[in-house]
């Protein structure tokens, strides 16, 4: 698949910001030097159609609105860090295919970075975790992640409060990553490749409750061995023994999981026994999956 053709139908964009209205930095061809000189008084951030190269982004916290013009490629990564109210869309590509690898996720926000919103744009070659938002109640909706060709490319993670729909995960780590209370997932496509859980409810200290998947559409999950972090629903708990972290996962709905060919192993949960991941009030409705029988998975 190194020559693959990926395609996908998106809705009409109902939100084209106006880039003569004095808000929007529109850029042209830009590189990491001059996107450095945003003025501080322009609010957006307008990539043209073009090819970009930004290197890794700390997005100013004067900057709420990035806008992917159709036909925008953009090489790099970008990272909310105490800039909270972030909205990142539109119909263009953000590519990590020029950082080195765990150089950056792809699209990150941290320490209060709350309330972001990413819609519509194609997130492609991470090195990293695609999207990771710890922050809370955060939107993604309409993302497709492709190209990842190396380990430790997670797909989607969005915390406390967030909901996640009709996105494209194609990864190399684990895919739909669920660490706390109150997610929606709803309307997902997954492409696994040899490494990661397709939905992981847990990996150390993680707890999540109130917790809501529906219609998850596994296309292949390629896992070439047994392992510890493998399974269409995957609980790691505290794989490396660190102390003072316990899971729960608790009060969980996941219905509606279908998969389009048969995979390696469904279910693979594995706390360890250093500390407790207690699990309470899981309900499976409506699974249509297949597991290829006689691998050595168990």
């Known amino acids: 698949y190194k020559n693959g053709l990926v395609i996908f139908a998106d809705p009409p964009e109902t939100d084209i910001p106006d880039a003569s209205s004095g808000e929007y930095q529109v850029l042209e061809n830009t590189t990491s030097a001059n996107i450095q000189n945003v003025p501080l008084s322009y609010s957006g951030l307008w990539f043209k159609s073009g090819v970009h190269n930004i290197g890794v982004y700390q997005v100013p916290s004067h900057i709420k609105n990035i806008y992917f ?12 860090d105490r800039n909270p109210n972030v909205k990142i869309f539109g119909r263009g590509v953000l590519s990590s295919a020029k950082l080195n690898y765990r150089e950056s996720h792809c699209i990150e926000a941290i320490n209060q970075s709350d309330n972001i919103q990413i819609e519509g744009i194609v997130v492609a070659d991470p090195k990293f975790f695609a999207v990771r938002l710890i922050g809370q109640n955060n939107s993604v909706k309409w993302i497709k992640v492709i190209g990842g060709w ?89 794989r490396y023994q660190e102390a003072g972290k316990t899971g729960l996962q608790k009060d969980w709905l996941i219905e509606d999981v279908v998969t389009e060919n048969p995979v390696p192993v469904i279910f693979n949960v594995t706390p360890d026994p250093f500390s407790p991941n207690h699990i309470h009030n899981l309900t499976m409705k409506n699974w249509n999956v297949n597991m290829t029988m006689g691998t050595e998975f168990q």
């Open 69 to 80: 013009e159709k036909g925008s490629w953009v090489y790099g990564a970008l990272i909310m």
């Open 150 to 238: 190396v380990y430790n490319c997670d797909g989607i993670a969005a915390y406390f409060g967030s909901s996640v729909s009709n996105c494209f995960i194609w990864a190399n780590d684990d895919a739909i990553k669920v660490y706390r209370d109150n997610i929606t997932w709803s309307d997902c496509v997954v492409w696994q490749l040899n490494n990661g859980g397709v939905i992981q409810m847990g990996w150390g200290g993680s707890n999540a409750t109130n917790v809501k998947l529906s219609r998850i559409d596994v296309l292949r999950a390629e896992w070439n061995k047994p392992g510890f972090n493998r399974g269409l629903l995957n609980c790691v708990g505290n």
